[in-house]
Structure formats: C-alpha cells, structure tokens
C-alpha cells in the first residue's frame, strides 16, 4: 500500500490505530544537508503494510500521533537514524521502541547484524537489497522501489516475536528494557552544541590560545550557519581555510578572499559575519577560553587491560554474546584507569544495568584482588575467592 493523498492516509490510520506494536522504518537522504531529508515512512501492524509518502502528502499529523502514542510499541531496527528523523518531525521523544539490532545482539546473533541477515535467519527469505542508493526524494518513484521499501517495515514484526521468545527463554527481558531506555532519552537526540564544534577541527592543537579562541567562535558560527542553511559544515567553509582564518585573523574582507580555498562567492555572503566572529575571538577572556582535552595517554598497569579482556571473552562465550557487547577494548581501558585512579566506579558504563551483574562486579573483584582467575579441573577459567591475609 502506497499511500499519497490525505484521504488514503485516513484510511491507513483508522485501520492502525487499534495496534498495540506496530514495526517502522524511514528511507531518507542526507548526502548534502545537515539533517536528513525524509523520503518514506514505513509502518506494518495487524496485516496492514505501508509507505506513507510525506512528500506527496503536506499534513501527516494523523499518522504522527499513532507514532507518538505512548500505548503503541514501536519495532525498529538499528533505530537511532529513524528515531531522529522522527524526533525531528514530531518534536518529541518516540516511545516505547524496540530494536531489534540491539535485542539480536543481545541473544548472540551479532552486534551489528544486517536487517537482510537477521530477516533470512528468523525466515529463510532473502529481501531485495538492489535499492540501496535509490534517491528517496526523487519522484515518481518505480513500484520496485515501493516494494523494497515494504519490505523493511513488512519484516520486522516475525524478527521482533522471533527475538522476544528468545529473549524469554535466555532470560533477558530485563536486560533489553535497559539497553532501550537509551533511546528514549531527551538529550540523546539534542542538536551538537556549536561552540564544542572546534574540538573537530584537524591541527586545532596547534594555534595558540587567542587564535584558540577565534576558532571557538569561527567553528560556533560554521556550526549555526549549517544548519540554518540545511547543508553540511564543511559545504560552508571547510576545515583548511576556517584553521586559516584563526591563524591570519584576517581583518577585512580583502584579506579573507586571499585565503586559499575560501571563494569569493563566500566572502560575499558571509564575510562579514566571519570578521565579526574574528572579533569576538580576540575579545574573549583569557579565563572563557576553553581548554583542549588532554590525550588520553594513561598507562594502566602492565597487563591488567589484558587480564580484563581475556575475562570478558571467557564471559561472553559462557553468555553466548559477542565480546564487544559486554565491553570493547576502550571501555576495558576506561574502567581500569577509574579503578586505578580511584574514581567512582558505580557511574561506569559497565557498572550499569545487567552488566553491573554479569560483569562489572566480576571485573571489580579482579581488581581489587578479591578474586582470582584460575583454570579448574575440568580445564575451564573460573573466578574463585582469594585468601585474605
């Protein structure tokens, strides 16, 4: 079902507003623009399935507040993109949701499995996958790319019942819950803040602590300008020619225009904001300019991270889950340096939720020497409690 016309569009949510689950997904371009460009939304839910084109259609409010009904679960899969653009268009968090990457990973189907892999081990159906690079904004669109688009939405709900009956037999209701609320938080989906944007900038270490400064304002005003213009920072001024300016601290436009790679059609348009925000720089306080973050070059001590790690890949077999989603090497590296730092470990990654439980209080004992890893008669690694002298 292609839906095109606000009539349509009330026909598909009379028949979906008695869902309690209902599966979405969203093709969209974002090549060029800041934020994404929406092409389609996908929905399926009690036999129904269908595109809902928001091109075609000016007033998709009725649809939206299905979508936003607290009362109806929401089946995606890897949903942050999806969950943007919505967040975006409805101007509020969508919940409930469940992912059905994220609850793959957790039964041990893969950490990041492919939507055409995780639909062909729960059905045995290979999708089309032909319409990759279609562009989603272009129309008309063919009916090969309508129905590759169903697909995605058409799908999700066996792999979502398949994954539940999994999860209840592994037990890990509770530990998906976790992983979900994630997603369902505010500030996840917050715009980056402007004046944190210089911190990307290539050789940023390398200007003094004025030039620093003009930097913050020069990337902060990049940063607003890309968006208000929907395009891509680097389409507004790239990295080479904004390092150049904080360097120079150009004072008029005629300097501007003998930067390298910084076109006159530019300086025309925003010479003036790019002095004013040369100005700003240079008159900022010593005590408002921001400090770099140091490297983190911390050593911890020889073969701990190791040790760690070796545990987490004994864990995760006994667990039936990849490693790196009970802990990547970084996140090893950061609870050691907080052990060894004597930092408050509770607000660690690892010391939250399930895995507070199935490995952070384990990799704790280890530290703290509680612990012992040992290799037992039946010729498997085993935790067992030290001797306290």
């Keep these: 079902m292609y839906v095109t016309t606000e009539d349509d569009l009330a026909i598909l949510c009379e028949k979906l507003k008695s869902c309690e689950v209902i599966s979405l997904d969203t093709e969209f371009v974002r090549e060029r623009t800041y934020f994404h460009r929406l092409g389609l939304i996908q929905v399926a839910g009690d036999g129904v399935c269908a595109a809902v084109d928001p091109i075609l259609i000016s007033d998709i409010t009725p649809f939206l507040d299905i979508i936003t009904n607290p009362k109806v679960l929401k089946i995606f899969h890897a949903a942050r993109q999806d969950l943007e653009i919505l967040v975006r268009l409805t101007g509020q968090v969508i919940t409930p949701v469940f992912d059905t990457q994220v609850a793959a990973a957790l039964v041990g189907w893969g950490a990041q499995i492919s939507f055409a892999k995780i639909v062909q081990k729960v059905t045995g159906k290979k999708i089309n996958k032909t319409e990759t ?69 290539k050789n940023v270490r390398s200007l003094r602590r004025k030039n620093l400064a003009v930097m913050v304002e020069l990337a902060a005003w990049r940063e607003a300008e890309a ?162 002298k």
């Excluded at 989603?136 to 309508?146: E, M």
């Excluded at 925003?270 to 306080?285: E, F, Q, R, T, Y």
């Design 133 to 201: 690079y279609t562009d989603w904004c272009r129309r008309p669109l063919r009916q090969s790319q309508i129905e590759y688009a169903l697909d995605d939405a058409r799908f999700l709900l066996p792999v979502y019942e398949k994954l539940g009956q999994v999860l209840k037999k592994m037990n890990r209701q509770d530990w998906i819950q976790a992983e979900f609320a994630n997603l369902e938080k505010p500030q996840v989906y917050d715009l980056p803040d402007p004046r944190r944007q210089f911190l990307k900038i």
């Design 227 to 388: 968006i208000q213009r929907d395009s891509l920072p680097k389409s507004v001024v790239r990295d080479e020619p904004l390092l150049e300016i904080a360097r120079s601290l150009p004072k008029k436009l005629d300097d501007l225009a003998e930067i390298r790679g910084f076109h006159r059609k530019e300086v025309n348009k925003s010479g003036a904001a790019i002095l004013d925000a040369v100005k700003k720089g240079l008159a900022m306080p010593d005590d408002q300019i921001p400090e770099l973050p140091e490297f983190d070059g911390y050593s911890t001590g020889k073969g701990v991270e190791e040790l760690l790690a070796a545990y987490i890949q004994i864990r995760s077999e006994e667990l039936k889950i990849e490693p790196s989603v009970l802990a990547h090497r970084k996140r090893i590296h950061d609870f050691v340096k907080c052990f060894e730092r004597k930092e408050n470990l509770e607000e660690h990654f690892l010391m939250q939720g399930w895995r507070k439980e199935y490995v952070g209080d384990l990799l704790m004992s280890i530290l703290d020497g509680s612990k012992a890893m040992v290799i037992g008669k039946n010729g498997k690694v085993q935790l067992i409690p030290t001797e306290k």
